[in-house]
T-cell receptor, first 120, second 112 residues
Framework: EAGVTQFPSHSVIEKGQTVTLRCDPI?????LYWYRRVMGKEIKFLLH????????ESGMPNNRFLAERTGGTYSTLKVQPAELEDSGVYFC??????????????????FGPGTRLTVL | GENVEQHPSTLSVQEGDSAVIKCTYS??????FPWYKQELGKRPQLIID?????GEKKDQRIAVTLNKTAKHFSLHITETQPEDSAVYFC???????????FGKGNQVVVIP
């Protein structure tokens, strides 16, 4: 079974440009998450999709970031315009739908390899 | 929101020795605590997790302990091997499919 894939693996852009990151979750995983790790800091949550709906977008830093998941399959994260502080590694993760146990269930989040974004 | 602190930031151990990484969390509603290992150039992968109704869990050379009263949990690696060298992240969550709140990561170096 293929894992979570992300594209591109690296992106170098200039301040003010636009970049779009893509994530393909594991097939059948309704839950898709975006996280970001800025150099030396923690991996921070950005947002969570359940199928095509945004379940939690409380971690999105500002309106320069736009995430979409049309059709509930792959997701894109667009940064427009990019700023220097947007540099970091962007991770995508996916997990299965909750079982009958609801919040008593604990579904592993499977991570992609990340996209390293450098804004110059 | 949840705040997870992770210590130390780097840890060097001789091969065969034990390594311990400690984390604290702030949200008393957190009830799921996974540990991820990220080897150089690879994706973070879950190595062990613990739920709030359990105080300790072991899987071969790794174990995790949880103290809910003190809001801290620890990862223990025994008989360390060079392939244990990696960055280890602790995380906390309210369970289900809720988001994970991560610590800053701990670089573990196993010296042969």
């Amino acid at each position: 079974e293929a894992g979570v894939t992300q594209f591109p693996s690296h992106s170098v852009i200039e301040k003010g440009q636009t970049v779009t990151l893509r994530c393909d979750p594991i097939s059948g995983h309704d839950n898709l998450y975006w996280y970001r790790r800025v150099m030396g800091k923690e991996i921070k949550f950005l947002l969570h999709f359940v199928k095509e709906s945004k379940q939690d977008e409380s971690g999105m830093p500002n309106n320069r970031f736009l995430a979409e998941r049309t059709g509930g399959t792959y997701s894109t994260l667009k940064v427009q315009p990019a700023e220097l502080e947007d540099s970091g590694v962007y991770f995508c993760a996916s997990s299965q739908p909750l079982g009958a146990g609801g919040l008593s269930s604990y579904n592993e989040q499977f991570f992609g390899p990340g996209t390293r974004l450098t804004v110059l | 929101g949840e705040n997870v602190e992770q210590h130390p930031s780097t840890l060097s151990v001789q091969e065969g020795d034990s390594a311990v990484i400690k984390c604290t969390y702030s949200d008393s509603a957190s009830n799921y605590f996974p540990w991820y290992k990220q080897e150089l150039g690879k994706r973070p992968q879950l190595i062990i997790d613990i739920r709030s109704n359990v105080g300790e869990k072991k899987d071969q050379r790794i174990a995790v302990t949880l103290n809910k009263t003190a809001k801290h949990f620890s990862l223990h690696i025994t008989e360390t091997q060079p392939e244990d060298s990696a960055v280890y992240f602790c995380a906390a969550s309210r369970g289900g499919n809720n988001r994970l709140a991560f610590g800053k990561g701990n670089q573990v170096v196993v010296i042969p």
